[in-house]
């Protein structure tokens, strides 16, 4: 018989609190942005770029309308990958439109995360970050909670106004 812990692990305890806190789709729009390639498959992600998550609908940029059509058709693999990623039913849906993608090389990083420390977070985020991290009791929790969130924000910001 296995002993119980009578601590939850660190994991459980985040996805509580992303949970109660409505972050559970930011933390797997962040988690489809880093890990597109392994979940998509490359030849898929060096043509495309997931964008957000809203209502169980995963809303997916392609580099073109050629693209687009061909992604039509593979839409419940699509679904089915992600899924399975995220370790549960978190979208039902792809809706795709004609965008411009961001070139990562395989296997590597994209030259513009090379290029320095990241930038500092605009007033907006940080108010928007405070916002959500505001029903998080731990000052030390919230405060770096909000660092995060507040950083993931202004570059998500950076990144759409290309």
Do not use: C
């Not at 985040?14 to 942005?33: C, D, F, P, V």
């Not at 513009?112 to 030390?140: F, I, K, M, N, R």
């Not at 507040?150 to 990144?159: G, N, Q, S």
């Amino acid at each position: 018989m296995a002993l119980q812990s009578f601590f939850d692990s660190v994991a459980s305890v985040l996805s509580g609190i992303a949970r109660r806190h409505g972050m559970e789709a930011k933390l797997l729009e962040h988690k489809l942005l880093k890990n597109w390639p392994a979940i998509a498959g490359q030849p898929v992600a060096s043509h495309t770029r997931p964008d957000h998550i809203r209502f169980k609908k995963l809303y997916l940029v392609a580099e073109n309308s050629v693209w687009v059509q061909h992604l039509t058709f593979l839409k419940p693999e699509l679904v089915a990958k992600v899924n399975a990623a995220a370790g549960g039913a978190v979208i039902s849906d792809v809706v795709l439109r004609v965008g411009s993608i961001d070139r990562v090389e395989p296997g590597g990083e994209s030259e513009e995360l090379d290029e320095g420390p990241a930038p500092v977070p605009s007033p907006q985020s940080l108010a928007e970050a405070e916002t959500h991290a505001a029903a998080v009791s731990d000052p030390e929790l919230r405060a770096k909670l909000t660092d995060v969130m507040a950083h993931a924000l202004t570059e998500r910001r950076d990144r759409s106004k290309r």
